[in-house]
């Protein structure tokens, strides 16, 4: 092992693991360069380079050096942080840039609660010493200022690494003047992490009313967050940070303007718009005409003005899969032979499912999918496809919340699919995007087919864009997609109709249910008449495991399908083209969506879409009745529905919230305002985190019948398979099944070398489970639960 002093136990030496933090510094500085204007700091990066150098000296410490190379050692779980902090003094800088790289490096492993819970009192340090270190140490070894008092306690490694620091400090042009020692100067220490500490637990609730206090605020987050980026990169030996390239990346918009050239075509007049417009940017505009194209036109005009992270935010998982395929295939065309994109990344709850599942196949892959699961949860990716909880998250004060808030600093938003949110996250997203544009300088494009009038109020004031983008009203009188049919009756009454269609297998058809109990439903039904081959014929709802709903949605998008049923998971997640829709009532924004994935881009004659006017009797927790009843009065008045009436169309169903979302809307803004506003730099948020996650109200569970093959998996280390083989269901399904008793609980545990390394409980419900109708509520699954705890 190398006798220089070590920052790892692997034997990576404390010079190896600085230099691979500078140069993340350095590529930080690239990706992320508007750090320096958020934070108000013209020197940010030069005070991060030394904040990074200095940050792990106090490893030098001799019983720290023992620690590592595993000799005998009275480390006792000391923090080394608080050996590196003397030297901050050493350099000449002003007090408040000294106090700054105190606290950030202070809290780069530890938050302050955490640290000064540790410390121990001159009584308690004196009780300790002599009831246990009496008789075999000077000093207790928790005694920072007795450890600089006596004796060495830096080893000689210190000197080599503050020469290079001087020798570093004058390659990179920054005018200190340092003149490091191994004689540290302790008369004024006080246990300098306490005293910085609890000053900041002290003034943990001050309110940021005032530019100083919000700079200050600032520049305290971003450099914590920063150094961790740096430090945790370091570590794992990412020193690389890809950036957008203009003539590169985004090199197939010109190959499309080009091939619309070739076909004497053009872009749409909403996109050449998007395309020019630099800063924040609304776009409304009819399913199949370009939004996609127009926000990465947007992107690519605003990429050349300043660089920065984007992020792509998506509603649906299904949606964020395939748009991370899209955007890998067009801006990054290398990714099909390795295997894997730097550029486009991803990041959803279910996201190792899905990387394991485009992955499976493919021998080129150059990392394990768990690593690419890392790469993918940092701020490595130059785009990131993302439900908007992966950034909301960093505003309830999550673990690491300060490095996502680095990568938001001078961030892209692209929100696509705006309107799918419920009240309570659009709530939330509203705040969030005040609160990043107003202080992280986040620049936002947000894009929607379908968008009630009082809710682009919302977005209009807080993004300031007064005037959104529209799609011409030529194009829209040319799309004439759809042709309204109300039917009397439920949607098992059409059953006759839709038979008739698929048996001549000249149309391709959906059908669309509110619950999946009805969708299930429907399809055995009209799988028990055997007409269609089940090749021909697809179920596609929530209730289905991983690997069954990857199957399905190819099977979705499959040319060869004449049926799909299913629920609202088809309203968004897939990019397909059927000729006729029957649908059970839904309110008017549902229903559009619907309709979208008929005759989607309009090169056919206007196609049925067949509305139910009865639903069932679940419908009332899903959709509120009078949106419901307002949706059908209105279709009432039409026959081929005109896209350019569509907003009109919104606002008659949606003139306002009704007073409960109303009053729900501003309770969860002001919650919201109060909960950011109460994030402080270098302190735990445990609270605030725990009511982020209290959102989520979906259990996974296991079906039964999958209980030796979950066991096989997890016993084999192939944990990623095993989750696959979950299923999610409602907290109010969940608390039916418990009691009446279909839920059991099942341990699984591993072990190696006769040792437990991990070990898990998993409910296990009784429900019966078959791949082609998924997980069926009502029904028992044939199997002995005597076993279960």
């Known amino acids: ?56 000296f106090g490893k030098c410490h001799v019983e720290f050096q023992n620690l590592l190379k595993k000799k005998r050692n009275c480390w006792n779980n000391q923090r080394h942080e608080l050996y590196s902090i003397p030297f901050v003094d050493k350099l000449n800088i002003n007090d408040s840039e000294k106090n700054l790289i105190k606290k950030i490096v202070l809290a780069h492993h530890k938050d302050f609660k955490t640290l000064a819970k540790k410390y121990k009192s001159k009584e308690e340090l004196e009780f300790e010493y002599q009831s246990k270190w009496f008789s075999c140490e000077k000093f207790h070894p928790d005694n920072f200022i007795e450890n600089f008092k006596h004796g060495k306690i830096l080893t000689d490694d210190i000197n080599a690494l503050i020469h290079s620091f001087s020798q570093k400090m004058e390659e990179h042009n920054i005018k200190y003047d340092i003149n490091f020692n191994n004689q540290v100067d302790i008369a004024s220490l006080d246990h300098p992490y306490i005293s910085i500490a609890r000053r900041t637990i002290e003034n943990e609730n001050t309110i940021l009313d005032e530019e100083p206090a919000i700079q200050s605020y600032w520049q305290n987050l971003l450099l914590w967050g920063a150094l961790k980026i740096c430090d945790h990169y370091g570590s794992a030996k990412i020193t690389n940070i890809p950036t957008l390239n203009r003539n590169i990346h985004f090199k197939f918009l010109n190959d499309l303007m080009e091939r619309l050239n070739n076909e004497c075509n053009d872009l749409y007049s909403h996109q050449k718009k998007c395309f020019k417009t630099k800063c924040h940017c609304i776009l409304i505009a009819p399913t199949g005409t370009g939004k996609t194209e127009a926000a990465m036109g947007w992107l690519e005009n605003n990429i050349s003005k300043t660089q920065g992270r984007t992020f792509y935010i998506l509603p649906y998982t299904a949606s964020i899969n395939a748009m991370h395929q899209r955007l890998s295939i067009a801006m ?33 892959i150059p990392v394990h999918i768990n690593e690419m699961r890392e790469c993918y949860k940092k701020i490595l990716p130059a785009v990131k496809v993302v439900t908007p909880f992966q950034i909301l998250k960093f505003c309830f004060g999550v673990k690491n919340y300060e490095m996502g808030f680095v990568g938001l600093s001078g961030a892209k938003l692209i929100f696509d699919e705006i309107h799918a949110y419920d009240v309570i996250t659009f709530a939330q997203i509203m705040v969030m995007l005040k609160y990043l544009i107003m202080h992280l300088k986040c620049e936002v494009f947000i894009m929607t087919a379908t968008l009630p009038s009082f809710m682009l109020e919302k977005i209009s004031k807080v993004s300031g864009v007064e005037k959104p983008i529209r799609a011409d009203r030529k194009i829209l009188d040319k799309l004439k997609r759809h042709k309204v049919i109300l039917k009397q009756g439920t949607i098992a009454e059409q059953l006759n109709d839709i038979i008739s269609i698929i048996k001549q297998k000249t149309q391709r058809v959906i059908v669309v249910c509110n619950t999946v109990i009805a969708a299930q439903g429907i399809f055995k039904k009209i799988r028990d008449k055997n007409i269609l081959d089940p090749s021909e014929m697809v179920l596609l709802h929530s209730r289905f495991n991983g690997f069954d709903r990857s199957e399905k949605e190819k099977g979705a998008i499959d040319a060869g399908t004449f049926l799909l049923i299913g629920t609202q998971a088809i309203e968004v997640s897939l990019d397909i083209d059927y000729d006729i829709i029957f649908t059970e009532p839904a309110p008017i924004d549902a229903l559009l969506q619907r309709f979208g994935r008929v005759n989607r881009k309009g090169n056919k004659p206007p196609c049925k879409v067949i509305i139910c006017m009865e639903g069932g009797k679940a419908d009332k927790y899903i959709y509120k009745e009078q949106f419901v009843t307002r949706t059908l009065k209105v279709l009432k008045q039409i026959d081929i529905i005109d896209e350019s009436l569509t907003q009109s169309l919104l606002d008659e169903v949606y003139p306002q919230w009704d007073e ?11 919650i919201f305002e109060q909960s950011l506003s109460s994030l402080q730099p270098f302190l735990p948020h445990q609270e605030i985190e725990e009511s982020f996650y209290e959102q989520f109200s979906n259990i996974q569970v296991l079906p039964a019948r999958f209980l030796e093959k979950y066991r096989n998996y997890f016993e084999q280390f192939e944990f990623i398979k095993a989750a696959q083989l979950l299923v999610s269901i409602s907290a109010n399904i969940y608390a039916r099944l418990c009691h009446q008793e279909w839920i059991g609980m099942e341990r699984f545990s591993v072990l190696k070398n006769n040792e437990k390394m991990s070990s898990s409980i998993i409910p296990i419900v009784k429900c019966k489970y078959t791949d082609e109708i998924g997980l069926i509520i ?5 199997i002995n639960y005597d076993s279960f705890i």
């Open 1 to 56: 092992m190398n006798d220089a002093a070590l920052a790892k136990s692997d034997g990576t030496t404390l010079q190896e693991h600085i230099d691979d933090c500078l140069k993340v510094v350095t590529a930080l500085k690239v990706a992320i360069p508007m750090l320096s204007n958020v934070t108000g700091l013209a020197n940010v990066w030069d005070l991060l380079f030394v904040a990074i150098y200095i940050h792990d």
């Open 332 to 364: 990054d065309p290398m990714s099909q032979e390795l295997g894997i994109s730097e550029i486009v990344g991803i990041q959803h709850g279910k996201m190792m499912q899905y990387l394991s599942d485009i992955y499976e196949n493919n021998d080129n």
């Open 660 to 670: 409960k979302e109303k009053e729900k809307f501003e309770t969860i803004t002001q």
């Open 778 to 782: 009502d029904e028992q699954e044939e």
